[in-house]
């Protein structure tokens, strides 16, 4: 249900918590458009509250210098959302200290009325999470400082192990950060190579931050580019599939985590790099659309070693 009074003072939230923010930033974050921010501040400045604001392409709003606000309070809808988000990020192991979660918990309790504090405790009991077992344990402490370079734009100095153990030492310019089945990565510019690579945060050994500073491509893609990436990470099988099907169906069909999707003079093509062909057939034989394996070979013999176990276990010989 769609609450304005509950936006108006989530806009305000943020702009306690942020020295200034762009029209356009609160919009993104509320998901609403500029013009509804707009409006939005206009309803805090009538209630006697001094937002200023500052026009032109880089203007954002502020709170007016010296102002405070009453204490702390949570609606319903925020202390559940709060109490989820740090049940989940506990349950799933994420790259924070245990005691930070439960400190964090425990500050929110206090400043609960008691309606709020009894829902927040009965979630904390009720709710149980089934997750996998994380592949990779992340410093928490490299997640942050990563965090921090992206944000301020600034370049770090790393040093990286491979997945065949080789280690080198390199300057980086971190554009984004992406979680993906488990494994953090970031992406970015790598001075070594003079070339855009992503890094799985697990295989960082030593991380520093450096003096200078960069400027981020606008039109850069974080999340496309670190599940291209994975995709198409040396692997033990090089695959490549030609499907009849349009392009449009292809990709919405087909992860970009699983490898890329073209068009070419053959027609859409799919070509991925992995070591687990036996899923990669299984999932090829799900496609509502007809497939011809290009290479390798050894992805068709995968292809006929499961048609024939479904003959045997439907009773043809």
Not at 79 to 91: E, K, M, Y
Not at 115 to 120: D, E, T
Not at 129 to 151: C, E, I, K, M, T
Not at 243 to 262: C, D, F, Y
Request: glycine residues 6%; negative net charge; hydrophobic residues 40%.
């Amino acid at each position: 249900m769609y609450f304005p009074t509950t936006r108006v003072l989530t806009v305000l939230e943020l702009l306690q918590s942020y020295r200034q923010m762009s029209g356009s930033e609160i919009a993104r974050r509320l998901e609403v458009d500029v013009r509804t921010v707009r409006r939005y501040i206009t309803m805090l400045q009538d209630m006697g509250i001094p937002v200023e604001g500052e026009r032109g392409p880089y203007g954002a709003y502020h709170l007016q210098r010296g102002h405070r606000l009453p204490p702390l309070m949570f609606t319903d809808a925020e202390a559940v959302a709060l109490t989820l988000g740090l049940l989940a990020i506990r349950a799933n192991g994420f790259p924070v200290d245990v005691a930070g979660i439960e400190g964090a918990l425990a500050k929110t309790e206090r400043v609960l009325p008691e309606k709020h504090l009894q829902l927040v405790r009965g979630m904390q009991e009720a709710i149980a999470f089934y997750v996998s077992p994380l592949p990779a344990l992340v410093q928490n402490d490299f997640v942050a400082r990563l965090s921090l370079a992206v944000q301020q734009r600034q370049r770090v100095w790393l040093r990286y192990r491979s997945w065949q153990g080789e280690e080198t030492e390199r300057e980086f310019d971190p554009y984004g950060i992406v979680v993906n089945e488990g494994y953090w990565y970031t992406s970015g510019y790598c001075h070594l190579r003079n070339d855009l690579r992503t890094f799985r945060i697990d295989r960082i050994t030593a991380l520093e931050h450096g003096e200078q500073t960069f400027e981020r491509p606008d039109d850069f893609d974080v999340l496309s580019h670190v599940l291209s990436s994975i995709a198409m990470a040396p692997g033990s099988s090089q695959v490549e599939v030609l499907m009849e099907t349009s392009i449009e169906h292809a990709q919405k069909a087909i992860p970009p985590v699983l490898g890329k999707v073209e068009s070419t003079e053959k027609g859409v093509v799919f070509r991925s790099s992995t070591a687990h062909l036996t899923w990669i057939a299984h999932f090829l034989i799900n496609l509502d659309f007809a497939v011809t394996v290009i290479k390798p070979d050894e992805l068709r013999e995968k292809l006929h070693q499961i048609a024939a176990r479904a003959l045997q276990m439907a009773g043809v010989d």
